[in-house]
């Protein structure tokens, strides 16, 4: 069975994984209100209703999956930027601290040092 979705035409099963969460929303919003029409009899099985309901599991897992994706790169991205901000919180603490060490030289050190550099 190859299963179809209308979105701006109409869409496979494997184009999904390409859309955008809002996207995949349309196409819930769209499903569901498929699903909550008013029968217009009870003498025959509604296949449509089975498949309309199976095609919004679908779209409704395919969003939760694309949304745990962007809640995991976001939770990566803040995890990068504190140790970033970690690191050059360190590294101006050791610049203080040379420049510390270096104040307590006497004089004539740090006149050493000035003319070991040139």
């Known amino acids: 069975m190859k299963l179809t979705f209308l979105h701006k035409g109409v869409t496979s099963l494997q184009d999904l994984w390409f859309l955008e969460v809002e996207e995949l929303d349309t196409i819930a919003v769209n ?60 590294d101006a603490l050791i610049a203080e601290d040379e420049m510390e060490s270096v104040r307590k030289l006497s004089l004539e050190e740090k006149k050493k040092l000035r003319d070991a550099l040139s």
């Not at 099985?45 to 790169?73: C, H, R, S, W």
């Open 31 to 90: 499903l569901n209100a498929s699903l909550e029409t008013k029968k217009a009899s009870f003498l025959s099985p509604n296949t449509k209703d089975e498949l309309n309901t199976f095609k919004l599991e679908i779209v409704l897992y395919i969003m939760g999956v694309k949304q745990a994706e962007e809640t995991a790169k976001l939770t990566a991205r803040a995890e990068e930027k504190a140790k970033r901000d970690q690191k050059n919180l360190l």
